[in-house]
């Protein structure tokens, strides 16, 4: 089955940098979309950044666009977000997910959900 594990929260200032890392397996992604959701206490789950396995479409939350790159490396089946500029409202449990056949629009809009998900990792930001 499906495997996407997270890995790379932490604790950091504002202003500084993180970079998550999502690493897929249990079958081909080849045709799949994956990206990162975020849930902070008491907020409902928010689309964040997503990428077809390629790399050759992505999509971003009017919140972190300019300061957060999602990418991929299909020869290790990794997905990566690369946060800058953190600040104390970016605070929140970070999800991977994908969808075979997936359609990143539909994902920033919530009209299509992931079908796979990681358990997360934390991401805190200091102010």
């Known amino acids: 089955q499906v495997q996407l594990v997270e890995s790379g929260g932490g604790l950091v200032q504002a202003g500084g940098s993180l970079r998550l890392s999502c690493a897929a397996s249990?079958?081909?992604?080849?045709?799949?979309?994956m990206g990162w959701f975020r849930q902070a206490p008491g907020k409902e789950r928010e689309f964040v950044a997503a990428?077809?396995?390629?790399?050759?479409?992505?999509s971003y939350a009017d919140s972190v666009k300019g300061r957060f790159t999602i990418s991929t490396d299909n020869a290790k089946n990794t997905v990566y977000l690369q946060m800058n500029s953190l600040k104390s409202e970016d605070t929140a449990v970070y999800y991977c997910a994908g969808r075979y056949w997936g359609l990143i629009s539909r994902w920033m809009v919530g009209t299509e959900k992931p079908v796979h998900w990681g358990h997360g990792t934390q991401v805190t930001v200091s102010s």
């Open positions: 249990g079958r081909t992604f080849e045709n799949y979309a």
């Open positions: 990428s077809t396995w390629s790399g050759g479409s992505t």
